[in-house]
């Protein structure tokens, strides 16, 4: 059974920094691209950043772009993207979701991040 | 970047009918559209993909349609679980989501 678990979030002041963290199990973690996609409480997705299987194509959101950096750890199993320089707008629940081709086929339930002072 | 605008926004109906969702891209996505479904409280499900490709354990209820820059989702027959909300996406490069249809109860 494929499952993903994020983990990580919490409250920050704006300027700070998170780390999130996402351990994969049930698939051959290595084999597939991994995304980060972010909800805003009550509104729609966003993609916010996403990572090919050896790390050597990796794309970000323009919201994010130069603040947030994501990688993955293959022995581990583990997707992570660091946070920095947080705004009050990157308030969101964050997902880690596996890729299918040009889909993403399973999601954690998500980790919740809030900026505020 | 390729928009994705969903309509319409909000979907009343009852069920047992028929529910049909549109999705818009400002430029061709060829067939490389995906539809999920999300629940209040719940992470997004993926429905179909490449536009008309059911997903694992996806009942066929729901089909998927459409190529280029036009896509629909059809529910055949609206069972109480399907009101939820629906989202397109699109993956030119790097996925992108449309706005969203909400199918509630009317």
């Known amino acids: 059974e494929v499952q993903l678990v994020e983990s990580g979030g919490g409250l920050v002041q704006p300027g700070r920094s998170l780390r999130l963290s996402c351990a994969a199990s049930g698939f051959t973690f290595d084999d597939y691209a991994m995304h980060w996609v972010r909800q805003t409480p009550g509104k729609g997705l966003e993609w916010v950043s996403g990572?090919?299987?050896?790390?050597?194509?990796?794309g970000y959101a323009d919201s994010v772009k130069g603040r947030f950096t994501i990688s993955r750890d293959n022995a581990k199993n583990s997707l992570y993207l660091q946070m920095n320089s947080l705004r009050a707008e990157d308030t969101a629940l964050y997902y880690c979701?596996?890729?299918?081709?040009?889909?993403?086929?399973?999601w954690g339930q998500g980790t919740l991040v809030t900026v505020s002072s | 970047e390729i928009v994705l605008t969903q309509s319409p926004a909000t979907l009343s109906l009852s069920p047992g009918e028929r529910a049909t969702l549109s999705c818009r891209a400002s430029?061709?996505?060829?067939?490389?559209l995906a539809w999920y479904q999300q629940k209040a409280g719940q992470a997004p499900r993926l429905l179909i993909y490449d536009a008309s490709n059911r997903a694992t354990g996806i009942p066929a209820r729901f089909s998927g349609s459409g190529s280029g820059t036009d896509f629909t989702l059809t529910i055949s027959s609206l069972e109480p679980e399907d009101f939820a909300v629906y989202y397109c996406?699109?993956?030119?490069?790097?996925?992108?989501f449309g706005g969203g249809t909400k199918v509630e109860i009317k």
């Open positions: 990572i090919n299987w050896n790390s050597d194509t990796i």
């Open positions: 430029q061709s996505v060829y067939s490389y």
């Open positions: 996406q699109q993956r030119s490069k790097w996925p992108y």
């Open positions: 979701a596996k890729a299918l081709g040009s889909a993403l086929d399973y």
